[in-house]
């Protein structure tokens, strides 16, 4: 049984194949290698899944329509894991259109493409972000998502939305898994535990927004690969689930933990809340554990140790 992994080579999606793999599935990746961040890193990411003879890799982007029919009519996928995105908050700002081009309509080339050529279930990587400014906690799928605050949640929520259609008008069964802030081994440069931790240690000055008082649900890298295997294991129609740790700590507590753990102290730059950012997230996860068996494990303490010990050794 083939399965398909757009955005395989970045952090999520490299942790995704290999456990896709692990459990016996012949996994196609396809990833354009956008230089977002340095695109060496994500072949790196991929050094693992090279050594297993039922990984592929095609270097391709959902947006060129031909190249993905190709994919599915020369394989025939059972499943598609669609993670590949711009993703970023801040950046999403300056290039909505961009977001909104491959977020929305890469979304939908692939859905598209996947309904067409009998694919059995699509899972969608979505986002938090999504919930804006929602004050009311923690956040539920039942609530009103109807006011992003930037265009890359504006985009995510599209995507949703293209797929709530595509199961409606054709019966695609379709999840949507919104990802609360996702750390661990190989996360993406710019995000703040990866960036905190590398400029705390080159002595760096931090710029920390909203004066530290944001507060996030970070969710350990491998509890959102068990979560997304439960789902995918799972039989739904259409759904939308949470997944994240459900705890939430402040950027300046975070700060403190990674001082703790690096021993050296932070310079921080105090500064007024920036446009995109939300102040807080923090998931309700009781619909992933009672129908998808999300069993999450990580404290923010624990799985920071973890993203520590790979931090010093890839910096070496
Ligand atoms: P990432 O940037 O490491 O991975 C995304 C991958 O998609 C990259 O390897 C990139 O090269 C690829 N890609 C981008 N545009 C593409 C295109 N047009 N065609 C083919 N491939 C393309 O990001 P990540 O942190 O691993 O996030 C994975 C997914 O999860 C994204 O959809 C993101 O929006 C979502 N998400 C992530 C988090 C998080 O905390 N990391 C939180 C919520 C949602």
């Known amino acids: 049984m083939s399965v398909l992994v757009t955005g395989g080579a970045g952090f999520i999606g490299s942790h995704l194949c290999e456990a896709l793999l692990k459990k016996g599935l012949s996994v196609i990746c396809l990833d354009n290698f956008d230089p977002f961040y340095d695109p060496q890193l994500k072949h790196a990411n991929l050094e693992l899944c090279h050594k297993n003879e039922k990984f592929s890799l095609i270097n391709g982007d959902i947006l060129d329509k031909n190249q993905l029919e190709n994919v599915f009519k ?6 598609v894991f ?3 995105a711009l993703a970023g908050v801040r950046p999403s700002i300056q290039n909505p259109a961009r977001y909104a081009h491959v977020n929305v309509v890469g979304t939908t080339n692939l859905l598209e493409l996947a309904q067409r050529y009998n694919v059995k279930k699509c899972l969608l990587a979505s986002t938090s972000s999504i919930y804006g400014n929602n004050t009311k906690v923690p956040f539920s799928e039942s609530d009103l998502v109807n006011e992003p605050v930037s265009p890359y949640a504006a985009s995510k929520r599209a995507a949703e939305l293209m ?13 949507c898994i919104r990802f609360f802030t996702v750390y661990g081994p190989r996360q993406r440069p710019e995000m703040a535990i990866h960036k905190f931790t590398r400029m705390i240690d080159q002595g760096e000055r931090i710029p920390v927004f909203n004066h530290g008082h944001c507060l996030r649900d970070y969710t350990y890298i491998d509890d959102i690969i068990q979560g997304v295997l439960g789902v995918y294991d799972t039989d ?7 997944l994240g740790e459900s705890q939430t700590i402040s950027t300046l507590d975070l700060i403190t933990l990674i001082e703790e753990q690096l021993g050296k102290k932070a310079r921080l730059d105090l500064l007024p809340a920036q446009d995109g950012d939300v102040e807080q997230t923090f998931a309700d996860i009781s619909k992933a554990k009672k129908d998808y068996g999300y069993d999450p494990k990580f404290s923010v303490r624990d799985g920071f140790s973890l993203f520590m010990a790979w931090y010093q050794r890839i910096k070496k």
Do not use: K, R
């Open 163 to 175: 797929a709530y259609n595509m199961h409606h008008l054709y019966g695609f069964p379709v999840a």
């Open 74 to 79: 020369t394989n025939a996928v059972d499943a």
């Open 82 to 84: 669609h993670l590949a």
């Open 236 to 242: 739904f129609s259409f759904d939308i689930i949470n």
